[in-house]
């Protein structure tokens, strides 16, 4: 029982770590802190998947049935977080954007050009190689993402 209550401990800290940053970015852009922005960046946060716009407008409506946030704040909220790093998105062309938390591991993906689920997977050695690659060539990594397209195993299946 006690590491559901450190992980929930931990889970509570990062999450008011990740706030304080949010009320810092608002601050900076002259924005206001309203309840609306912080249940975009709470849902977002509380959920494992990748959202869209729409998506996460849903879950705040269910989880909050008595606040008024709409479509446009969560989408203003997004772009902000995402112009700031605190989240990161995945382009699916005509089909928009899926976000997440920025604040993750950090992981690659492998998106289904069927269904558009996506999975996330960590291979240690794809990260040396590239590593290897990065310093053979005399380049320096920032940052990086993989995103593999296919079809998943359920599409194939059909």
Known sequence: MSN???????RTI??????????ALLKKNSLKFTIQREVTLETLYDSN??????SLHK????????LKTGIAT????????EDSSMVTSLSFGAQGKKYELGAKNHHDHLIC???GDITEFVDDEIEVRQESIAKELGFTIEDHSMQIYGI???CKEK
């Open 4 to 10: 559901v209550l450190t992980d929930f401990k931990e």
């Open 14 to 23: 990062e999450y008011q770590e990740l706030l304080s940053d949010f009320k």
């Open 49 to 54: 998947e990748h959202l869209t716009p729409e």
């Open 59 to 66: 879950l705040i409506q269910v989880k909050f049935p008595d």
């Open 74 to 81: 969560v989408y203003r909220t997004l772009s902000l977080l």
């Open 113 to 115: 050009i069927e269904c």
């Open 152 to 154: 998943c195993k359920p």
